[in-house]
């Protein structure tokens, strides 16, 4: 595993020591996880990455009722 050194205003570190705290871990374990998940490497956060960007990129549609929709399960399943 590589050490890595970074330069980090002194409040910002503070505040982050605290939320840290709060969620019983450390700020080591809290860039490690961000990173982690910037770099991709959780197949589960992925999916959901890529359907948070899919339903994003869809135009809100309204259907009969009124109701504004993301579309139906069918035009859901034709991009796959």
């Known amino acids: 595993m590589a ?3 970074l330069s ?3 409040d910002v570190l503070r505040r982050a020591r605290i939320r840290a705290l ?3 871990t450390s700020v080591n374990a809290l860039v490690k ?3 982690e998940r910037l770099a991709g490497d959780d197949p589960a956060q992925e999916a959901i990455n890529d359907l948070l960007a899919r339903a994003a990129a869809r135009p809100v549609q309204e259907n009969p009722t009124g109701i504004r ?3 139906t399960r ?3 399943y034709e991009d796959q």
């Open 22 to 24: 709060q969620q019983d």
């Open 8 to 10: 980090i205003p002194d």
């Open 3 to 5: 050490n890595l050194t």
């Open 33 to 35: 996880d961000y990173l």
């Open 69 to 71: 929709t993301w579309g």
């Open 74 to 76: 069918e035009e859901w």
